[in-house]
């Protein structure tokens, strides 16, 4: 049998039919699918995906499971370094990671790596997989994790694997951060993936305490000197919007693309009024930016009502950041993509709500720093979208809290921790760092690494502090 240049394709709801609802998009591979596209693999001896891979998955011993038929060896085998399989199999950017290392991909499509991974993670799910409880000792050191996203999950699993009594504060009312109030359902379901994941954590033995602020219920000082805590890792994301600084964004109507998907991911505004929060969408909806999140934004916006949403976005197609994946799925439900336009100012009526966008055409000069073509207006190209809200999608930037209440901890311009890129140590003693507050926004999987490799830090540096006693 010749060997298919072609990934085996993944089903999924119709367009038409999925961009009104919040089901998830693609229904994941069938066993037999599994087996088809596990039967691609190489199994190259130098498996060069796993470079590709931020928590270095041992991705042909899984796959080579899979075309056995062991389902469990292969859920086993990816997570001795992968507490978040199911998350990483739907949400991870594999084509410009594992898969983008794939030898297949030099001649043909990757094997679908987080496909597999999704498909062996959702097995197991529906299995009914048990998690079995450490058994910590008596004097077990305590770790405390500020944040719950994929930084402080990845960082609180190893930790406990290792034996340390490990206390995850979140801020929020639900544990997940970014995945909980972030990604959509139907990117990522809340309750049967990420809870679940989650729920396999607290199996081992980690405390998630909710509604815990750090910063103001206790400080990180207080955590050290007062609760007993032998070390803390801050993994507290990205969580502060950016804005445009243009007229107009202060009006009705406006919202920052966190606020629209937390109102819509984390409080469950799609099931108004069953859940208590509301959230109002017109008919027309403009979101400003061309990223993953500008995306789930339109989308979501279209699964709410409303008849037309644009994505505006300053260069052309070319230079989207999204995933590809997101940008065809947009494409399919009916996005309107308005290319190398920019808003200049939001317009509203005197009630204060606003009336539309105005904006530029643009168009694409010279590479600026970031090796992009730098977008250049287009004169006297002015124009005015109808819409009756704008979600700004543009990036967001770290929470000062936490920064602002720990006495001897360093941070950038930007406000960012600044930590060891590979250890995630910090200016301050026994005060470790790591994902989107060190680097800024990126993405799960890096999230993920980062926590792990601050996780090796944080033993060494406990088993010396022991050793000192």
Same mark, same amino acid.
């Given at each position: 049998?010749? =060997?298919?240049? %072609?990934?085996?394709?993944?089903?999924?709801?119709?367009?038409?039919?999925?961009? %009104?609802?919040?089901?998830?998009?693609?229904?994941?591979? &069938?066993?037999?699918?599994?087996?088809?596209?596990?039967?691609?693999?190489?199994?190259?001896?130098?498996?060069?995906?796993?470079?590709?891979?931020?928590?270095?998955?041992?991705?042909?011993?899984?796959?080579?499971?899979?075309?056995?038929?062991?389902?469990? /060896?292969?859920?086993?085998?990816?997570?001795?370094?992968?507490?978040?399989?199911?998350?990483?199999?739907?949400?991870?950017?594999?084509? #410009?990671?594992?898969?983008?290392?794939?030898?297949?991909?030099?001649?043909?499509?990757?094997?679908?790596?987080?496909?597999?991974?999704?498909?062996?993670?959702?097995? !197991?799910?529906?299995?009914?997989?048990?998690? !079995?409880?450490?058994?910590?000792?008596?004097? !077990?050191?305590?770790?405390?994790?500020?944040?719950?996203?994929?930084?402080?999950?990845?960082?609180?699993?190893?930790?406990?694997?290792?034996?340390?009594?490990?206390?995850?504060?979140?801020?929020?009312?639900?544990?997940?951060?970014?995945?909980?109030?972030?990604?959509?359902?139907?990117?990522?379901?809340?309750?049967?993936?990420?809870?679940?994941?989650?729920?396999?954590?607290?199996?081992?033995?980690?405390?998630?305490?909710?509604?815990?602020?750090?910063?103001?219920?206790?400080?990180?000082?207080?955590?050290?000197? #007062?609760?007993?805590?032998?070390?803390?890792?801050?993994? &507290?994301?990205? *969580?502060?919007?950016?804005?445009?600084?243009?007229? *107009?964004?202060?009006?009705?109507?406006?919202?920052?693309?966190?606020?629209?998907?937390?109102?819509?991911?984390?409080?469950? !505004?799609?099931?108004?009024?069953?859940?208590? &929060?509301?959230?109002?969408?017109?008919?027309?909806?403009?979101?400003? +930016?061309?990223?993953?999140?500008?995306?789930?934004?339109?989308?979501?916006?279209?699964? =709410?009502?409303?008849?037309?949403?644009?994505?505006?976005?300053?260069?052309?197609?070319?230079?989207?950041?999204?995933?590809?994946?997101?940008?065809?799925?947009? %494409?399919?439900?009916?996005?309107?993509?308005?290319?190398?336009?920019?808003?200049?100012? @939001?317009?509203?009526?005197?009630?204060?709500? @606003?009336?539309? =966008?105005?904006?530029?055409?643009?168009?694409?000069?010279?590479?600026?720093?970031?090796?992009?073509?730098?977008?250049?207006?287009?004169?006297?190209?002015?124009?005015?979208? #109808?819409?009756?809200?704008?979600?700004?999608?543009?990036?967001? *930037?770290?929470?000062?809290?936490?920064?602002?209440?720990?006495? +001897?901890?360093?941070?950038?311009?930007?406000?960012?921790?600044? /930590?060891?890129?590979?250890?995630?140590?910090?200016?301050?003693?026994?005060?470790?760092?790591?994902?989107?507050?060190?680097?800024?926004?990126?993405?799960?999987?890096?999230?993920?690494?980062?926590?792990?490799?601050?996780?090796?830090?944080?033993?060494?540096?406990?088993? #010396?502090?022991?050793?000192?006693?």
């Amino acid at each position: 049998m010749s =060997l298919s240049l %072609k990934k085996n394709g993944m089903p999924e709801q119709d367009p038409k039919v999925r961009a %009104k609802n919040f089901e998830e998009v693609s229904f994941g591979y &069938t066993e037999e699918l599994a087996k088809a596209e596990a039967e691609r693999c190489l199994q190259c001896k130098a498996a060069p995906c796993r470079k590709g891979c931020p928590v270095e998955v041992d991705i042909p011993a899984f796959i080579r499971q899979i075309k056995e038929g062991d389902m469990d /060896a292969a859920i086993a085998k990816i997570k001795e370094v992968n507490s978040l399989p199911a998350v990483c199999g739907r949400v991870c950017p594999q084509e #410009e990671q594992c898969e983008k290392y794939c030898v297949l991909a030099k001649k043909g499509e990757s094997v679908g790596i987080g496909r597999l991974e999704r498909y062996v993670a959702d097995a !197991a799910r529906k299995k009914g997989e048990d998690t !079995a409880p450490i058994e910590y000792a008596s004097d !077990a050191q305590k770790v405390a994790v500020i944040g719950s996203g994929p930084a402080g999950l990845a960082v609180a699993g190893d930790l406990a694997k290792k034996g340390y009594k490990v206390t995850i504060f979140e801020a929020l009312h639900l544990p997940g951060g970014v995945l909980m109030y972030g990604i959509p359902e139907f990117r990522l379901p809340k309750d049967e993936v990420v809870q679940v994941e989650i729920n396999n954590l607290r199996k081992l033995g980690v405390e998630i305490v909710v509604n815990a602020v750090i910063g103001s219920t206790f400080t990180v000082d207080e955590l050290m000197e #007062e609760e007993g805590f032998d070390a803390v890792f801050i993994g &507290t994301g990205a *969580g502060l919007p950016y804005f445009m600084g243009v007229p *107009g964004e202060n009006l009705n109507g406006v919202y920052s693309a966190n606020e629209f998907l937390t109102r819509c991911n984390l409080m469950k !505004a799609y099931r108004f009024p069953d859940y208590g &929060t509301p959230i109002h969408v017109g008919k027309k909806v403009a979101v400003v +930016g061309g990223g993953n999140v500008a995306m789930d934004g339109a989308r979501t916006a279209l699964r =709410l009502g409303a008849e037309t949403s644009y994505i505006v976005y300053r260069r052309s197609e070319a230079e989207l950041p999204a995933r590809l994946e997101e940008v065809h799925h947009a %494409k399919e439900e009916g996005i309107d993509f308005q290319f190398l336009t920019a808003p200049t100012a @939001v317009i509203g009526n005197k009630d204060g709500w @606003v009336t539309g =966008l105005q904006c530029v055409r643009m168009e694409l000069g010279e590479p600026d720093a970031s090796g992009r073509r730098r977008p250049i207006e287009v004169p006297n190209s002015e124009f005015v979208l #109808e819409v009756d809200t704008v979600i700004i999608a543009i990036g967001q *930037g770290p929470n000062p809290l936490v920064q602002s209440t720990t006495k +001897g901890l360093d941070v950038n311009k930007k406000g960012n921790i600044t /930590a060891h890129e590979e250890t995630g140590v910090t200016s301050k003693p026994g005060v470790f760092a790591g994902g989107d507050i060190v680097t800024g926004a990126a993405t799960v999987i890096l999230a993920m690494g980062a926590g792990k490799k601050a996780a090796v830090a944080i033993d060494s540096y406990l088993q #010396e502090k022991r050793a000192k006693k």
